[in-house]
């Protein structure tokens, strides 16, 4: 079992920046791959960003890449995003998720989530 607890959601101004957080308990952090989801109002959860177990890998959505960057501590089971740039269209409640797979992309290869945090902003 892992327990995944995100953090660092908040509102923000366009332009702006935010860090996300997540905190992993349970389980060795590091035999999972993480990833990044998010669901904005009336739309379905969607892929934002995956990284490797070792960190070595990532990926992300096409609508994010060069603004968001995900990184993972596996000594501090924590993965992190940091978003720069955002867009309005980035609002939306994050979640973290862990995966026992080499990479993270899709919802349905995802065995743990955490309870999401918002992430508002605004024009």
């Known amino acids: 079992q892992v327990q995944l607890v995100e953090s660092g959601g908040g509102l923000v101004q366009a332009g702006g920046s935010l860090r996300l957080s997540c905190a992993a308990s349970?389980?060795?952090?590091?035999?999972?791959?993480m990833g990044w989801f998010r669901q904005a109002p009336g739309k379905e959860r969607e892929f934002v960003a995956g990284?490797?177990?070792?960190?070595?890998?990532?990926v992300y959505v096409g609508s994010v890449k060069g603004r968001f960057t995900i990184s993972r501590d596996n000594a501090k089971n924590t993965v992190n995003l940091q978003m720069n740039s955002l867009k309005t269209e980035d609002t939306a409640v994050y979640y973290c998720?862990?995966?026992?797979?080499?990479?993270?992309?899709?919802?349905?290869?995802?065995?743990?989530w955490g309870q999401g945090t918002q992430v508002t902003v605004s024009s």
């Open positions: 990284i490797s177990w070792s960190g070595g890998s990532t």
């Open positions: 998720a862990a995966a026992s797979a080499i990479m993270v992309t899709k919802e349905t290869s995802c065995d743990y």
């Open positions: 349970g389980r060795t952090f590091s035999r999972y791959a």
